[in-house]
């Protein structure tokens, strides 16, 4: 090994190093399920901010939207704004709502808990049908980091992509496993600044090859200009309304997703949110503006097309910097991708224990043995993720768009419903979890007109109506 593959080792056992003791302190203040959970609900503005935007901002955000960008120049743009719009609505609209629902609904730790009881689900079965569809659609969104993760240890270090994913997934798992939701809170702090910082440094130098912004634009032109025109895609041909809206619909997905609306059920007060709102909004805004960027100042740089898109932040980090900031900013990869997973496999453990083993086999379980439960319930289900993400071929934007899709489906209408609308009752919140899940789970496969269509939009707009219509035809009960 060189000095500087050395030297960029050095920086990610050093940051490795760091993450694993933060689990460890972690673990040390975790007593019961809700800290294990929720943090025990003490999170502050910055943690809370910062957390629920790097657990949504994974790997794809410093691997899938470059690549995006550096193969369809700015048609990126309206994934992006669709993006942007849906964070700054999720927090104006769920979060301070969200925090003192949960809490008035039996102190409910997880989303499925929650509809469980706003809805007064004696059953059990929302709580069981919705976990389901949790633990589903978070194996396809593990594995999306998985992939990301084992195309960076692929890249950096020449490791075997089976042996890349392992290491990650490794690691993952020790500190979500321990330290449960203040680790995995607590590093995202750390880790979202550290992407920001990232993402915006790389398109900064890497003007300076292309002799600055006209430099870069004269260049990107002269390769194909359609790059520069977010009404066409790539070969020139325009971009229809069922790609605009698929690209915009994006936004939708922020109510269902089990993690982000995690982070607002934990924050200490809602007195916070706003401020944590603005925190995280101007998170995303510079993080998206920035991974674009990046993307669109690849297309230059490499006038040979990369084989792989997604790895044009990784090449560019590599031509750039002194191999100590390069590993830093690869890091940051590894960031990215450890700050979701490990919130995915969190929420997926904590589907599993509190809303399916508690309910259907150990209603008596004491906290301990549920806290033992998840860990266990970590180390499986990142196992199954794991087994999912060995396709080195796997594009990592395609296995976040399915699994966001169908979280967005099956929960972002009941979710805002439950807190705007009185007429919901407990079958219109079953029959809008179930339709939209499964709906997302059929459309996908479909191709040609208006099956082009991101599965969100009819996912989410079957699921609102079948919300309104069920409720209103069960209204006596």
């Known amino acids: 090994m060189d000095n500087g593959a050395l030297l960029v080792a050095l920086t990610f056992v050093g940051y490795l190093a760091v993450i694993l003791v933060i689990g460890i302190i972690a673990w040390r203040r975790t007593r019961d399920l809700s800290d294990f959970i929720l943090g025990g609900r003490r999170l502050g503005s910055w943690v809370t901010a910062l957390s629920a935007s790097a657990s949504d901002m994974s790997g794809w955000l410093l691997l899938g939207l470059p690549g995006y960008a550096y193969a369809a120049g700015l048609e990126s743009i309206w994934l992006a704004v669709g993006l942007l719009l849906g964070t700054w609505l999720n927090w104006r609209l769920v979060a301070a709502p969200l925090r003192s629902a949960s809490e008035r609904a039996g102190n409910a730790l997880t989303l499925p808990q929650y509809l469980s009881n706003r809805f007064h689900d004696d059953s059990g079965l929302i709580r069981v049908v919705s976990s389901l569809f949790v633990l589903l659609f978070f194996l396809f969104y593990t594995s999306s980091g998985l992939v990301a993760g084992g195309k960076l240890f692929e ?63 004269t260049a990107i032109e002269l390769q194909n200009a359609e790059l520069l025109n977010p009404f066409s895609n790539a070969e020139g041909d325009a971009l229809g309304v069922i790609a605009i809206v698929s690209l915009l619909a994006w936004g939708l997905g922020y109510f269902g997703q089990p993690h982000i609306l995690a ?164 079958w219109g919140a079953l029959a809008g979890i179930l339709v939209g899940g499964i709906t997302v789970v059929i459309w996908k496969p479909l191709e040609g007109g208006l099956f082009d269509l991101y599965e969100i939009v009819p996912g989410f707009t079957a699921s609102l109506l079948a919300i309104l219509l069920v409720s209103r035809l069960t209204r006596s009960d």
């Open 155 to 217: 890249a950096v270090f020449g490791l075997p992509y089976v042996w890349a994913v392992a290491v990650g997934t490794l690691t993952i798992i020790l500190y979500t496993a321990f330290g449960g939701f203040l680790a995995v809170s607590w590093t995202d702090l750390f880790q979202g600044l550290l992407m920001a910082a990232a993402l915006v440094a790389v398109p900064i130098f890497a003007l300076s090859l292309t002799g600055g912004v006209n430099g870069a634009l």
């Open 263 to 426: 982070r607002f059920k934990a924050v200490r007060d809602v007195s916070l949110v706003p401020q944590a709102r603005r925190i995280a909004v101007t998170w995303v805004f510079i993080t998206l503006t920035a991974a674009c960027l990046v993307g669109m100042s690849g297309i230059p740089v490499f006038e040979t097309p990369l084989a792989d898109t997604e790895k044009v932040f990784i090449h560019l980090v590599d031509l750039l910097f002194h191999p100590l900031i390069a590993g830093i900013c690869l890091a940051a990869i590894l960031a990215a991708v450890m700050s979701t997973a490990d919130s995915q496999l969190l929420v997926s453990s904590s589907a599993f224990t509190g809303d399916i083993y508690r309910v259907l086999f150990r209603k008596a379980a004491s906290e301990r043995e549920l806290v033992l439960v998840g860990r266990l319930a970590v180390l499986t289900i990142a196992g199954v993720a794991f087994l999912l993400a060995m396709n080195p071929e796997n594009k990592v934007l395609d296995l976040v768009a399915y699994a966001w899709a169908g979280f967005g489906a099956a929960f972002g209408p009941a979710v805002l419903l439950s807190l705007y609308w009185r007429g919901m009752n407990r």
